[in-house]
């Protein structure tokens, strides 16, 4: 066969073939759904809770981790972070908490920024700020 007499067969063969791997490739989160701030990233410390320890790690990619440990109780998340207006908002893809506490689950937690520090509208108080985290 003349080879310029295949070109037209190859393509016909090839692009259809070529639009089902792109559309077989996973598709990335929009840029706005993973957006974070730079200068919120970083690790966060609470303070201002009574015989409670918690941590908060705001990544520049748009992660974070987050645990909270009072008494015998031990929770922790890991999810998306992104900023809307004066708050950060927190939606964990995992949630760990002691059976006998599922319903301290949340599937979103709001922080207000309050200069470099953020202060956290607990989701189990009905929204109730208590406390303060602060950067390292």
Request: proline share 8%; charged share 25%; aromatic share 12%.
């Amino acid at each position: 066969m003349n080879p310029l007499r295949a070109w037209p067969l190859l393509c016909a063969l090839l692009v259809p073939w070529a639009m089902l791997a792109q559309a077989a490739k996973p598709q990335q989160e929009p840029a706005a759904a993973v957006a974070s701030e730079p200068a919120l990233s970083g690790h966060y410390y609470l303070q201002g809770v009574m015989e409670t320890g918690s941590e908060l790690m705001l990544g520049d990619d748009g992660r974070f981790q987050w645990y909270f440990s009072y008494g015998a109780l031990d929770l922790l998340a890991k999810g998306r972070w992104h900023r809307e207006g004066d708050r950060v908002v927190l939606v964990p893809d995992d949630f760990r908490s002691p059976p006998d506490y599922s319903q301290l689950a949340f599937k979103r937690m709001q922080l207000r920024v309050d200069g470099k520090d953020l202060v956290p509208a607990w989701p189990w108080e009905d929204g109730a700020e208590r406390g303060r985290y602060v950067a390292e």
